[in-house]
Nanobody, 113 residues
Framework: QIVESGGGLVQAGGSLSLSCTVT????????MGWYRQAPGKQRDLVAD???????NYADSVKGRFTISRDDAKNTVYLQMNSLKPEDTAVYYC?????????WGQGTQVTVSS
């Protein structure tokens, strides 16, 4: 149901743009979010966006990451700037903050120092 893409290897200070395409309409979901899971850690919400435009960001990414959505394309985006090594993780998208879709395979983001 969910396919994430756009991850890769980038140096600290660089940028990446992630995309998440859902194989069903996301209009019905008030909030869509991006999550990340680093090795040995739990999966945490990074950012979510409501269809009224309201957003929530984890403190660690505020001012650096921007979430957006295109309901017509059933796609959610995450623009990541000024990346840090601690941003290294597998990134997933889903509804937020409650989970209503099956998880995708995620996309690996690796930030080198």
């Amino acid at each position: 149901q969910i396919v994430e893409s756009g991850g890769g290897l980038v140096q600290a200070g660089g940028s990446l743009s992630l995309s998440c395409t859902v194989t069903r309409s996301i209009v019905r979901f008030k909030r869509m979010g991006w999550y990340r899971q680093a090795p040995g850690k739990q999966r945490d919400l990074v950012a979510d966006l409501a269809n009224d435009g309201s957003t929530n960001y984890a403190d660690s990414v505020k001012g650096r990451f921007t979430i957006s959505r295109d309901d017509a394309k059933n796609t959610v985006y995450l623009q990541m700037n000024s990346l840090k090594p601690e941003d290294t993780a597998v990134y997933y998208c889903n509804t937020g903050p409650s989970i209503y879709l099956s998880w995708g395979q995620g996309t690996q983001v690796t930030v080198s120092s």
